[in-house]
């Protein structure tokens, strides 16, 4: 294990986010003690997380003498700053932001639509039923998966995996979308690069020992959102 003492992580079992995080917390060698929340029991409510993160959200990353990092790509930045052992961005400048982008693809523009709020929100108060809710919800990971596809089939950049031949951020990022998809049995079509990558992910063991399905909480037939 890499030199990182007392890091605590805040996380709930089937959360892409956390998930992000485990992931990139393994491939570099660190070891965060990780506290599992009930999101479906509205821990992330109490009083003693809010004052963690007011958001009420997870993943929080949590290292002694600092203030808690929340946002799942903040707390990826601060641990490739951090940890730059088993560096998960490209060494130049326009590969970094290729990675970033194809990130940003996933974490900003697709799972802000996927997350239990949302979802709650539109059956509450746009009066969506579970059959227009999994429409949305497959329209977004569609979309995703299918701008994911063509900028990695076009770019000479991409290689084993969505840059080169290493893990980097944008293979975390994308690892979380496609396991959140298959648990509403979401099958990528016509997405032979997306696929590809994602199973050379999965065969990892960083990525396994992140998996929903092997954490606290998680029943023992799993889903992820």
């Known amino acids: 294990m890499a030199d990182a003492e007392g890091l605590r992580l805040y996380g709930f079992w089937r959360s892409m986010a956390a998930y992000r995080v485990r992931v990139a917390l393994n491939l570099k060698g660190l070891h965060a003690q990780e506290t599992a929340l009930n999101l479906d ?23 002694p003498g600092h203030a808690p990092i929340t946002q799942s790509m903040a707390i990826l930045e601060y641990l490739e700053e951090a940890y730059p052992q088993v560096p998960l961005l490209p060494a130049d400048p326009h590969g970094r932001a290729r990675v970033r982008s194809l990130c940003g693809l996933i974490v900003s523009d697709t799972h802000p639509l996927l997350t239990p709020r949302v979802g709650n929100y ?29 900028r990695l089939t076009r770019d000479a950049a991409t290689g084993a995996f969505c840059h080169g031949d290493s893990v980097t951020l944008a293979d975390i990022c994308l690892a979380s979308l496609l396991a959140v998809a298959k ?30 399905s092997r954490q606290t909480g998680a029943p023992q037939s799993a889903s992820l959102r």
């Not at 409510?45 to 929080?60: D, H, K, M, Q, R």
């Not at 746009?126 to 995703?144: Q, V």
């Not at 990528?188 to 020992?209: D, G, S, Y």
Request: with cysteine; net charge negative.
């Open 41 to 63: 029991a509205g821990d992330q409510f109490a009083p003693e997380y809010l004052a963690v993160n007011p958001e009420g959200a997870v993943p929080a990353l949590i290292e």
């Open 183 to 212: 648990t509403m049995g979401f099958q990528p079509a016509n997405a032979p690069t997306v696929t590809r990558i994602v199973e050379a992910c999965e065969a990892l063991e960083a990525f396994q020992k992140a998996s929903p």
């Open 122 to 150: 539109l059956r509450e108060t746009a009066g969506l039923d579970e059959a227009a809710m999994r429409a949305w919800r497959l329209h977004w990971i569609t979309r995703c998966v299918t701008a994911m596809e063509t």
